[in-house]
């Protein structure tokens, strides 16, 4: 049984360290999993990830960066998203459509209309069967993020406290419109608290 379940949220809410662990889990049941993230997930999409989290935090607007985003998951849903739940895999994946309409949108100001646009052209049928949104206090998200980058992919960081106390609004947004699709995460608990939320948040969309 195929499952797209994607991973969502601010700068360093957990969301590469939940992924990993719960993609051990799955395996350990003998489940087929393919992790994966964007911007990025081939050679390709990955040199469009470069584009975008690096560089000066003006480098594109946000109508532009949402054009790379897309062209990037273009390739993705390709090359990687669609092939392995057409061979019933579960597909984790670090980031997804979600991320655009907060980033570029809520936060960024890019009409979402725009972003509706090539949601439905270059997504289709192809949305997430369950969201998790790791929920974090920006501040304490952006100390974190910074402890890990040494410098590198910052531009998003770079745009400061009240730009990413949007994209935490935006995110929540969200939630709250899809509940159906999505599950809010508690992402300020200890790591393994919040690995037992994700896990009963996913273990009956992957027959676990």
């Not at 997804?96 to 936060?107: I, K, L, W």
């Not at 509706?116 to 100390?143: Q, Y």
């Not at 935490?168 to 999505?182: L, T, V, W, Y």
């Amino acid at each position: 049984m195929s499952r797209f379940i994607t991973f969502e949220g601010g700068e360093g809410a957990g969301k590469s360290t939940q992924i990993t662990a719960l993609s051990e889990r799955l395996r350990a049941m003998g489940r087929d999993v393919a992790v994966t993230r964007e911007p990025g997930g081939t050679p390709e999409a990955e040199e469009v990830r470069s584009l975008l989290v690096n560089g000066d935090a003006k480098r594109w607007s946000p109508e532009a960066e949402a054009l790379l985003n897309y062209a990037a998951r273009d390739h993705h849903l390709r090359n990687v998203i669609r092939p392995a739940l057409a061979n019933g895999a579960i597909v984790l994946c670090d980031r997804f459509m979600d991320s655009t309409r907060v980033y570029q949108g809520y936060a960024g100001g890019c009409p979402m209309r725009f972003i509706d646009t090539l949601e439905t052209t270059i997504v289709g049928e192809t949305r997430p069967h369950l969201t998790l949104i790791f929920d974090l206090d920006p501040e304490v998200g952006l100390a974190r993020a910074a402890a890990r980058s040494n410098g590198r992919e910052n531009r998003y960081e770079s745009k400061g406290l009240a730009h990413h106390a949007l994209i935490r609004d935006g995110f929540r947004a969200i939630a709250k419109a899809e509940p159906e699709r999505c599950r809010l995460i508690d992402a300020s608990m200890p790591e393994s608290e919040v690995a037992r939320a994700v896990w009963n948040a996913v273990k009956d969309k992957t027959g676990g």
